[in-house]
Every structure is written in structure tokens, then in C-alpha cells.
């Protein structure tokens, strides 16, 4: 363990994002149907989330798109019952997501572990779905996405948005916190808006990069990495008593909506790759 005193790698953590990173798909992919039949969200505002999002992923993520679709996820939130919900994403997480773990971040977290750096998941997903899928991974710590709840429903207010620059903040809180030395630590991400994450520590690593994140990894000579190895995690899921313990109260944001609708906008028949 990183906190171990006779640990030569004592401080040194390895931050990895969730979906595209270690997982091949959006951990959340799978919850807009399940939200339809609840009658939590309806088939046209599905649709248009899905196109926010979507104008979102094509158009870049620069401040003023990403503070719009915070705006239209957490309007769409609001008012959400919490223990609806949370029935909702626990019986998903079972029976729908069964997310696909790459064998090759599999292997980099054991890897990771076996020198005694500490494994922390970073994810702009809803942190009731982040921590779940951390725990069964066997990382020590995750940050996801935290809304604000009053009164058992969501305020549609964002406590924490754990996103770009948020990132990045929330690696360096962890590093006070636990006395990581982020000269010596790894990031590990797919997309140009975690390279706050990546500057922040000594070796940043692209996976399965954007076009971005690709020029910008190949001009600063951070390594890149291609996983294309999905493994089942099923064995490793957790019974459903168990998701609904882990899961608490809310879902959060990303973990809701714009991806989710996204997988549900697409033809029927059509699958993300």
C-alpha cells in the first residue's frame, strides 16, 4: 500500500478516468431506457439532451459549451426522485450495464498496485455510479460528479462538477490530502478535456486519444496507449442488495443524462463502438 513507510512509492498515485479509459463504453449508456420506463424523463427530452450532447462532443469543450450543458443536465434533474432513482441505476448497473472492463487497464491497475502506488478513479459520471464500479475495480479511492438534494429530490444545483479543469483540482486536493507527490504520479485519460488532469502530474498517458488529446500527447512526447480488449466484469459485480447499499442517495450528472440520452437517440439495432 501507498501508505505503507517502508514503501519505496510511498506518494504515488495513479489517476485513471473512467469511461473510454477503462471501460470501453459510457459507464451510463445504459440508463436511459430504464429512466423512459419510469416515466423520469420522456422520449423528447431525451432527444434533446441527446442533441445538446452530441453538438457538445463535435463541437469542442470549450468553458462556455460545457457550462450550457451543465445547464441543461441539471435542469433536467431537478425535482428527480432520489430513492426512484436510485432503485432505477442499482437494477441498471445489474441487469443492463454490466460495464466492459479493458484487460489492458485491468492489467495497469494491478500493475500499479504491485508497486504500491495508490489506483483513484477521476470521472465526470455521477459519483454513485463511479464508486460502485471503483470498488469492484479495487481502487482506493474515486471522485465523481456530486448534485445537491433537498428534501429526497435533486435541488438541480451541482455541488461538485468533477470535469476539465475540476479534474484536475480534485487530483490536487487528493495529493494534499494523502501526500501523493504529483511529480512522480500517472493520469491516464482518452479525451482533450482531462489534459488539466494530464499537465498535472509527472507522467501523463493518453488512451485511446481523441484528436486532440493524439496531437497534443505526440507533440509533448506523453506516452499513448491502444486498449481494444474489453473483458466481462459480471463475475466481479456486486449482487444488486449490495449496489443498492453502495449506490446512496442520487445519481449526479453526467451519469444521467446528456451520454445517456445520447445512447438512446441512436438508432434502434445501433451500438457504440
Not at 194 to 220: M, S
Request: proline share 4%; hydrophobic share 45%.
Amino acid at each position: 500500500m501507498a501508505d505503507s513507510g517502508s514503501s519505496p512509492n510511498r506518494g504515488v498515485a495513479a489517476f485513471f478516468d473512467l469511461d473510454k479509459t477503462i471501460i470501453a463504453s459510457s459507464s451510463a449508456l445504459a440508463f436511459g431506457r430504464p429512466l423512459m420506463r419510469e416515466g423520469m424523463i420522456s422520449r423528447r427530452t431525451a432527444v434533446k439532451s441527446a442533441y445538446a450532447q452530441l453538438v457538445f462532443s463535435l463541437s469542442g469543450a470549450d468553458e462556455g459549451r460545457t457550462e450550457r450543458l451543465r445547464a441543461e443536465i441539471s435542469a433536467l434533474c431537478r425535482g428527480w426522485d432520489v430513492a426512484q432513482l436510485r432503485t432505477v441505476v442499482a437494477e441498471a448497473l445489474h441487469d443492463v450495464v454490466t460495464p466492459l472492463v479493458y484487460a489492458e487497464a485491468e492489467a495497469l491497475i494491478a500493475a500499479h498496485q504491485a508497486q504500491g502506488h495508490d489506483v483513484i478513479v477521476l470521472s465526470a459520471a455521477g459519483e454513485e455510479v463511479v464508486t460502485p464500479i471503483a470498488e469492484m475495480l479495487g481502487a482506493d479511492r474515486s471522485v465523481g460528479t456530486r448534485m445537491g438534494i433537498v428534501d429526497g429530490h435533486y435541488s438541480g444545483e451541482i455541488d461538485f462538477y468533477c470535469y476539465g479543469e475540476q479534474k484536475a483540482v480534485a487530483a490536487r486536493r487528493l495529493a494534499a490530502e494523502h501526500g501523493y507527490d504529483l511529480a512522480h504520479c500517472h493520469a491516464y485519460s482518452d479525451s482533450s478535456t482531462d489534459v488539466p488532469l494530464l499537465e498535472t502530474v509527472g507522467h501523463p498517458h493518453a488512451v485511446n486519444p481523441d484528436r486532440t488529446l493524439r496531437r497534443i500527447a505526440t507533440e509533448r512526447a506523453w506516452e499513448i496507449h491502444i486498449f481494444d480488449k474489453p473483458v466481462t466484469i459480471r463475475s466481479r459485480m456486486p449482487a444488486r442488495a449490495d449496489v443498492l447499499t453502495g449506490l446512496g442517495l442520487g445519481l449526479g450528472i453526467a451519469a444521467v443524462a446528456g451520454i445517456t440520452a445520447y445512447g438512446m437517440w441512436r438508432r434502434p439495432g445501433t451500438r457504440e463502438a
